[in-house]
Every structure is written in structure tokens, then in C-alpha cells.
């Protein structure tokens, strides 16, 4: 840093510490910070629109306030007191209002308050140890934060103290603000259970609810993401990719939620299902696999003609991504052209398909678009380009998330990192430039974000968005990581073989530690403590399959919660906890219902398995903690400008 910079950023830092006694009392306060144990870190990934799960295994920390409830009262309370007690702190409005309909005598009310707020201040008292007072004080709820504060700090255990506490408590009941405190503290206990939350990827596709997730997710205190393939076609529909479009509306009505697109977003599909019902009008049984909960014959039709009509539009679109940007290799995608009565032609080998009714294909030039769907996709496009709500979803997508992150130690990726047939990172050449490993992750990044932030009307901005449904299901794709999406032979070939997609070797060759070690190198990272931490595949529990690869190296916690794959996995999602001590894996069963949580205190079962433990960490082996200690040393330099007269 040159002189005159850094006196001038010397100067800024002034501004803020004016004095030497502002001075020390930060460093004091830094250095103190740097000692409290590291905060706790929780990894979801593959949400699937999955809102209820979710949000449950948020609101109970992946059963880490069950833990601190069982161990606080597990000899003073019984164990349906002890249920009654984490439901209110999960659910606290709608268990209270229960509870209330259940005590109809106001003494017994007064009576339940009482010793409800002093279970609830003990639990947060226990959550709260591992922070600074400061940083909870932030936390807590605005209004009740003078109050909340002499309760956890207050010193039971001496007299006067006591029966200041006690009064603290009386007067809450006495004025009838017992409810509002008890709501304050067990938002507060959930907030500082869960210090920072990772989530890796796939928040969208399959289930009912990702815009409930991602209202979530904008509202939580201290949040990452890791962009998965789902994520992808939403975002890059966002900024207008008519491919990624049909892929997200195609999908949509294969799981029968085109009310996420209609309700929730706003985005008017009526002339698509229009065009399906007039240009489809034979209900195809290859479009009517999926069954959908609920669904009456009659919607399921519907769903099966608007899934077809997308399916053809986004081949056609597809195709023409294809044969723009040859870069992609992605010739043996071009299948339109190879039907013929009823066949169609790959590798030499003559299929039959599955249905032949394409009303909208010429055989002459069947990557063209006829008009009325030309004028379909326009109106889509602009449709997903309008939505207020879902852009400011993918804004947030763009803003909290990356392709992938580095987070304490840990590289996070949805997927993979390319590799090769000989187990090295795969070279690839996009624009002219070979790049690979984590070069090729930046670049990647980069050429996301173009998407959604490049002037509109520019060939800079479509081939970014031809590159966003590249991300989705390309070859090199970090976050598709197979040969090549079939989901044409899915459709319409009846042969497992030609309906394989085959993972990339980076599943193969991590196997082993040595491929690990050679990806977390290659990202700089310490081979002796650092993990690859991924989603994507799932794991298959119940046949015996391991999260844990690699002795530990890499993490795969994709266990289902996407009601889609629970009969793959045999469980219902995993949750990764880093905390001061180490690391744990959290296998949850299925969910039942937030109803059934609330009125019979189910919580989800959920079977721990440490994974790694360390000496008990601090927040200065942290990435926070190297900030902190970074800014410690500008305010020694600060402090001896202030001393030797260069500042003032």
C-alpha cells in the first residue's frame, strides 16, 4: 500500500475510532471476540421445493434444540414436557394459541407462563454462551431487547439478583405480554442455534413450495448458496432464456405445479396451455408416468398435453443452442432430425418410439418453430422477464450465491469438479481458452452473472443465456456432471441402455483420497483439514451407501428431502453440522406434516453420526477471525499514527 493511501485509509478508520481510548477498547473487544468457540454451521442441499421439511429441520436445528432440552431438563421434566417444550420453541404462535384453548382458567395460565419463561430463558441462556453479548443483543427482536438482555445475564444464584429477576417476570405476566415474550425468545433460540446456513444447491423443481423457501432464505440472518442445475433454469429463465423456459415449464407440469409459476409468480401460462390443448389434443401415455398426488384424470390429462407441447418446443430450442455453439460438443443431442415413420436413427441402431404424434415438426426443418409457438415462447419470455417476484428471488439467488464457495477451510460445490477418463481435472475450451479446475469454476461464475446483469440486446448477454442451459445439462457442467441428459430417450425410447446417463469420473476416481486431496490443493486449500462438501446424487442409505468418501475427504448430503427420491435414498435428507467440536451428519426420516408437529409435538427423527472431531475451535481459526485479526492490525497501525502525531 502506497503512503498516501493508506494515511487516507487511515484517515477513514478514523472517522469511526476518534479517539485512542475508541481505539483500544476495540482491539480489547476484537481480540476477546477471537476467543469464544467458533459458531455452528449448518449444510442443506437438494430442497426440491420441499417447504415443510425444511423449514421444520431449520426451526429445530436439525434436532440440536431437542438435544439441548433433553439435556438441560432430562431429570426434571418428563419426556411429553420435554416434546410440549420444543414444539413451542419451533412453532411458538400456533402452539401457544393450542395450549391456551387447553388452560381455561386464567391462574393456570399464569402459572404456565411462569414456568415456561424460565425454561425458555434457561435454553437461550445454553445457545447463547457461544456469542458475544453484543452479537446477541443484535439478534434479539426489536423492542424486547433491554428486557431479553438482563434476563439471560442476570444472576439467579444471588438474592437481590434473584428477586429482580423474579419481578422481571411477574411484571411480564401481570401486563399480559407473557405470549409476545415467549414468541421473542423462541425465534431467538431458533436464530442462535444456527449460526450460519449453507445451502448447496437445488432449491427449486419437483416439490410445491420454492418460493417459499427462497422467502425463507431472504430473511435468514447469515445465509450462502451454491447454485444447483435446478437453480440454473430458474435463473436463467429469469433473465430470459427461452430454453430454460420449457425445461422449467415442462418440469412444472410433470410434478403438477403450475401454480408455482401461475400463483406464485404471476406468470401467466394460459396461452401455452391453450396451444397444448389445440395442437395436442391426443393425451399421450408417455406424458402421464408421473402420478400426481390428489389430481383428478381430468388434470392429469392437461398436464401430460402442456408437459408434451414443452417438451417438443424446448427440443427445437435446444437444437438450435446446439448447432450455434458447437464449442459444446453436443452434437448427439440433434435428434429431431433422425425420426422417420416412427423410428428414429442413433448410432446406426433403429428405435421404435414410444409415440410418433408430432403435429408440430416438419420434417424438413424440424428445429424450426412454427408461428404459434414462436409466439408461445414470446410471451413466456416476457411473462418470466416480468415477474417482480422472481426476479427478486434470482437476484437474491445471484447476490447470496456462487458456483461455488470456500467457507472455513471447506470447498462447497452442488456437484462436481470436471474430471477426466485418467482421474485429472478436465481441460475445456469454451472461447478460444483452455481452462480447468478452478480456473474453469471462476470462469464459469462469471459468465452466469453475465446473464442475469449484461445489457440487454446484446450478443454478450444471449450467449450467456445460451450458457445458462449449457450449466443445466452440458457435459462439463459443474453442476449436472453426466455424459448428457436423455431426457428425449426418456420420453420415447423404451431401452434402458440408450437411456443412461453416465456420471462424470469425478464420482469414480473420489472415491479415493488421493483425488480429493488433488481437487482441494488445487483450490488451495490444507489437504489435513479440509472437505469437499457436495449434494446432487443421492445418496442411497437404505442399500448401504456412505455420505462419507474418500476417509472422510468428501461429503455427499444429498439424502432425499425431495419426496422423489425417498424411495432411492430410504431417508429423507441429511444435514451437515460444523460446529466448535467437529463435524456431524444428521440422517432425518420423513417428515409428516407441520400440522401433525404442531398438534402431536411430532418432531422428525433424526440418527447423528460424528464425522470428524477436532480440539474445540475458536473463531480465530475462522475466516471471520482472520477479518477480525486483520482488522486488529489496521487499529494498531491507527493506534501508533494517533501516538507518533500522524493523525491527529
Same mark, same amino acid.
Given at each position: 500500500m502506497k503512503h498516501s493511501s493508506e494515511q487516507k485509509y487511515l484517515e477513514l478508520l478514523a472517522e469511526r475510532f476518534p479517539t485512542i481510548q475508541d481505539v483500544c477498547t476495540e482491539i480489547i473487544n476484537l481480540k476477546a471476540i477471537l476467543n469464544l468457540p467458533k459458531g455452528t454451521e449448518h449444510f442443506l442441499s437438494d430442497l426440491h421445493g420441499e417447504y415443510e421439511p425444511f423449514l421444520h429441520i431449520l426451526k429445530n436445528a436439525s434436532g440440536v434444540i431437542k438435544t439441548k432440552i433433553d439435556e438441560t431438563f432430562g431429570n426434571s421434566m418428563t419426556s411429553a414436557e420435554r416434546r410440549k417444550l420444543a414444539t413451542l420453541i419451533y412453532y411458538p404462535e400456533e402452539k401457544l394459541a393450542i395450549i391456551k384453548e387447553e388452560l381455561k382458567r386464567k391462574e393456570e395460565r399464569k402459572e404456565f407462563y411462569k414456568i415456561t419463561l424460565y425454561r425458555l430463558i434457561k435454553i437461550c441462556t445454553i445457545v447463547a454462551s457461544k456469542y458475544s453479548r453484543s452479537k446477541v443483543r443484535k439478534a434479539m427482536p426489536k423492542g424486547y431487547e433491554y428486557i431479553i438482555d438482563e434476563l439471560l445475564h442476570a444472576n439467579q444464584n444471588v438474592m437481590d439478583k434473584e428477586s429482580y429477576y423474579d419481578q422481571i417476570i411477574h411484571s411480564i405476566i401481570k401486563l399480559e405480554r407473557a405470549e409476545a415474550f415467549i414468541i421473542a425468545i423462541s425465534n431467538l433460540i431458533q436464530q442462535l442455534a444456527i449460526d450460519h446456513l449453507h445451502i448447496i444447491g437445488d432449491i427449486y423443481d419437483r416439490g410445491p413450495g420454492p418460493d417459499i423457501i427462497m422467502d425463507k432464505l431472504m430473511k435468514y440472518h447469515s445465509i450462502d448458496i451454491e447454485w444447483g442445475n435446478h437453480d440454473i433454469i430458474w435463473m436463467g429463465s429469469a433473465c430470459g432464456s427461452a430454453a430454460c423456459i420449457m425445461n422449467v415449464l415442462r418440469i412444472c407440469a410433470r410434478y403438477g405445479n403450475l401454480d408455482i409459476l401461475e400463483d406464485a409468480y404471476g406468470i401467466n401460462i394460459r396461452p401455452m396451455i391453450e396451444f397444448a390443448e389445440e395442437e395436442y389434443p391426443k393425451v399421450s401415455s408417455v406424458f402421464q408416468t408421473n402420478k400426481i398426488e390428489g389430481a383428478r384424470q381430468s388434470e392429469i390429462e392437461k398436464y401430460a398435453k402442456i408437459e408434451k407441447a414443452a417438451a417438443i418446443i424446448q427440443f427445437k430450442l435446444e437444437g438450435n443452442i446446439i448447432k450455434k455453439h458447437p464449442e459444446y460438443e453436443m452434437e448427439d443431442r440433434l435428434l429431431l432430425d433422425k425420426i422417420q415413420g416412427g423410428k428414429i436413427r442413433i448410432n446406426n441402431i433403429k428405435y421404435k418410439l414410444l409415440d410418433d404424434d408430432f403435429?408440430?415438426?416438419?420434417?424438413? *426443418?424440424?428445429?424450426?418453430?412454427?408461428?404459434?409457438?414462436?409466439?408461445?415462447?414470446? !410471451?413466456?419470455?416476457?411473462?418470466?422477464?416480468?415477474?417482480?417476484?422472481?426476479?427478486?428471488?434470482?437476484?437474491?439467488?445471484?447476490?447470496?450465491?456462487?458456483?461455488?464457495? =470456500?467457507?472455513?477451510?471447506?470447498?462447497?460445490?452442488?456437484?462436481?469438479?470436471?474430471?477426466?477418463?485418467?482421474?485429472?481435472?478436465?481441460?475445456? %475450451?469454451? *472461447?478460444?481458452?483452455? @481452462?480447468?479446475?478452478?480456473?474453469?469454476?471462476?470462469?464459469? *461464475?462469471?459468465?452466469?452473472?453475465?446473464?442475469?446483469?449484461?445489457?440487454?440486446?446484446?450478443?454478450?448477454?444471449?450467449?450467456?443465456?445460451?450458457?445458462? $442451459?449449457?450449466? $443445466?445439462?452440458?457435459?462439463?457442467?459443474? =453442476?449436472?456432471?453426466?455424459?448428457?441428459? @436423455?431426457?428425449?430417450?426418456?420420453?420415447?425410447?423404451?431401452?434402458?441402455?440408450?437411456?443412461?446417463?453416465? !456420471? %462424470?469420473?469425478?464420482?469414480?476416481?473420489?472415491?479415493?483420497?488421493?483425488?480429493?486431496?488433488?481437487?482441494?490443493?488445487?483450490?488451495?486449500?490444507?489437504?489435513?483439514?479440509?472437505?469437499?462438501?457436495?449434494?446432487?446424487?443421492?445418496?442411497?442409505?437404505?442399500?448401504?451407501?456412505?455420505?462419507?468418501?474418500?476417509?472422510?475427504?468428501?461429503?455427499?448430503? *444429498?439424502?432425499?428431502?425431495?419426496?422423489?427420491?425417498?424411495?432411492?435414498?430410504?431417508?429423507?435428507?441429511?444435514?451437515?453440522?460444523?460446529?466448535?467440536?467437529?463435524?456431524?451428519?444428521?440422517?432425518?426420516?420423513?417428515?409428516?406434516?407441520?400440522?401433525?408437529?404442531?398438534?402431536?409435538?411430532?418432531?422428525?427423527?433424526?440418527?447423528?453420526? =460424528?464425522?470428524?472431531?477436532?480440539? @474445540?475451535?475458536?473463531?480465530?481459526?475462522?475466516?471471520?477471525? @482472520?477479518?477480525?485479526?486483520?482488522?486488529?492490525?489496521?487499529?494498531?497501525?491507527?493506534?501508533?499514527?494517533?501516538?507518533?502525531?500522524?493523525?491527529?
Amino acid at each position: 500500500m502506497k503512503h498516501s493511501s493508506e494515511q487516507k485509509y487511515l484517515e477513514l478508520l478514523a472517522e469511526r475510532f476518534p479517539t485512542i481510548q475508541d481505539v483500544c477498547t476495540e482491539i480489547i473487544n476484537l481480540k476477546a471476540i477471537l476467543n469464544l468457540p467458533k459458531g455452528t454451521e449448518h449444510f442443506l442441499s437438494d430442497l426440491h421445493g420441499e417447504y415443510e421439511p425444511f423449514l421444520h429441520i431449520l426451526k429445530n436445528a436439525s434436532g440440536v434444540i431437542k438435544t439441548k432440552i433433553d439435556e438441560t431438563f432430562g431429570n426434571s421434566m418428563t419426556s411429553a414436557e420435554r416434546r410440549k417444550l420444543a414444539t413451542l420453541i419451533y412453532y411458538p404462535e400456533e402452539k401457544l394459541a393450542i395450549i391456551k384453548e387447553e388452560l381455561k382458567r386464567k391462574e393456570e395460565r399464569k402459572e404456565f407462563y411462569k414456568i415456561t419463561l424460565y425454561r425458555l430463558i434457561k435454553i437461550c441462556t445454553i445457545v447463547a454462551s457461544k456469542y458475544s453479548r453484543s452479537k446477541v443483543r443484535k439478534a434479539m427482536p426489536k423492542g424486547y431487547e433491554y428486557i431479553i438482555d438482563e434476563l439471560l445475564h442476570a444472576n439467579q444464584n444471588v438474592m437481590d439478583k434473584e428477586s429482580y429477576y423474579d419481578q422481571i417476570i411477574h411484571s411480564i405476566i401481570k401486563l399480559e405480554r407473557a405470549e409476545a415474550f415467549i414468541i421473542a425468545i423462541s425465534n431467538l433460540i431458533q436464530q442462535l442455534a444456527i449460526d450460519h446456513l449453507h445451502i448447496i444447491g437445488d432449491i427449486y423443481d419437483r416439490g410445491p413450495g420454492p418460493d417459499i423457501i427462497m422467502d425463507k432464505l431472504m430473511k435468514y440472518h447469515s445465509i450462502d448458496i451454491e447454485w444447483g442445475n435446478h437453480d440454473i433454469i430458474w435463473m436463467g429463465s429469469a433473465c430470459g432464456s427461452a430454453a430454460c423456459i420449457m425445461n422449467v415449464l415442462r418440469i412444472c407440469a410433470r410434478y403438477g405445479n403450475l401454480d408455482i409459476l401461475e400463483d406464485a409468480y404471476g406468470i401467466n401460462i394460459r396461452p401455452m396451455i391453450e396451444f397444448a390443448e389445440e395442437e395436442y389434443p391426443k393425451v399421450s401415455s408417455v406424458f402421464q408416468t408421473n402420478k400426481i398426488e390428489g389430481a383428478r384424470q381430468s388434470e392429469i390429462e392437461k398436464y401430460a398435453k402442456i408437459e408434451k407441447a414443452a417438451a417438443i418446443i424446448q427440443f427445437k430450442l435446444e437444437g438450435n443452442i446446439i448447432k450455434k455453439h458447437p464449442e459444446y460438443e453436443m452434437e448427439d443431442r440433434l435428434l429431431l432430425d433422425k425420426i422417420q415413420g416412427g423410428k428414429i436413427r442413433i448410432n446406426n441402431i433403429k428405435y421404435k418410439l414410444l409415440d410418433d404424434d408430432f403435429p408440430t415438426i416438419d420434417e424438413k *426443418d424440424p428445429y424450426c418453430l412454427t408461428k404459434r409457438e414462436e409466439e408461445v415462447v414470446q !410471451k413466456l419470455v416476457k411473462g418470466f422477464k416480468n415477474s417482480e417476484k422472481l426476479q427478486r428471488h434470482v437476484n437474491f439467488l445471484y447476490t447470496k450465491g456462487s458456483i461455488y464457495k =470456500i467457507y472455513n477451510g471447506n470447498l462447497l460445490i452442488h456437484g462436481c469438479i470436471p474430471m477426466d477418463e485418467n482421474g485429472e481435472l478436465a481441460k475445456v %475450451n469454451f *472461447d478460444g481458452n483452455i @481452462r480447468s479446475g478452478k480456473e474453469l469454476l471462476d470462469y464459469i *461464475d462469471q459468465i452466469a452473472r453475465k446473464a442475469f446483469f449484461a445489457e440487454e440486446q446484446t450478443e454478450e448477454k444471449q450467449n450467456a443465456m445460451d450458457f445458462m $442451459w449449457y450449466l $443445466w445439462c452440458g457435459k462439463y457442467s459443474p =453442476i449436472f456432471c453426466k455424459d448428457a441428459m @436423455r431426457t428425449f430417450e426418456r420420453y420415447f425410447i423404451d431401452d434402458k441402455e440408450i437411456r443412461k446417463e453416465i !456420471k %462424470n469420473p469425478f464420482y469414480t476416481f473420489t472415491q479415493e483420497e488421493g483425488a480429493c486431496i488433488k481437487i482441494i490443493k488445487e483450490f488451495n486449500l490444507d489437504p489435513e483439514t479440509s472437505h469437499i462438501i457436495s449434494g446432487h446424487i443421492p445418496v442411497k442409505y437404505k442399500e448401504g451407501e456412505s455420505p462419507i468418501k474418500a476417509n472422510g475427504k468428501l461429503l455427499v448430503i *444429498d439424502g432425499g428431502l425431495s419426496k422423489a427420491y425417498q424411495k432411492t435414498t430410504g431417508i429423507a435428507g441429511y444435514t451437515l453440522i460444523y460446529n466448535s467440536y467437529g463435524l456431524v451428519l444428521t440422517a432425518h426420516e420423513a417428515f409428516t406434516s407441520t400440522e401433525q408437529a404442531i398438534l402431536n409435538e411430532l418432531d422428525i427423527h433424526s440418527t447423528k453420526q =460424528i464425522v470428524e472431531k477436532v480440539e @474445540r475451535k475458536k473463531i480465530s481459526d475462522t475466516d471471520i477471525g @482472520r477479518q477480525l485479526k486483520e482488522e486488529i492490525e489496521d487499529l494498531n497501525q491507527l493506534l501508533n499514527a494517533y501516538r507518533n502525531g500522524m493523525i491527529k
